[in-house]
């Protein structure tokens, strides 16, 4: 799939970008280079292939590697809270943003 230099300007569009002509050659470009090495990726037979947890797990036993999730530095939240506007229940209490 490839794409036209119509299709470049759509998309430039609907992403509220403008784009001189020479950028949106030269974006065309990556995009259809970004295209074809997808179609280079599903060409590959994959039949058969158990997928991997990890990327490394073809070379080498990862799960040995990887360390245990423990915390290994101090509590510090009160006093990381001390210079904070306004805390409740160990929690930042912020301003309302969004409506």
């Known amino acids: 799939m490839a794409l036209t230099p119509d299709d470049i300007g ?11 002509p020479g950028e949106a050659e ?23 292939i158990e997928p991997l947890a990890h990327p490394v797990d073809a070379f080498e036993d990862v799960a040995l590697r990887l360390r245990e999730d423990v915390a290994s530095e101090p509590d510090a939240r009160e006093a990381n809270q001390r210079s904070a506007p306004a805390v409740e229940h160990g929690l930042f209490l912020v301003p309302k943003v969004i409506e």
């Open 10 to 20: 759509r998309i430039a569009h609907l992403a509220r970008l403008e784009l001189q």
């Open 26 to 48: 030269r974006m065309r470009a990556k995009i259809n280079d970004f295209f074809g090495l997808v179609e280079r990726m599903r060409a590959v037979d994959t039949t058969g």
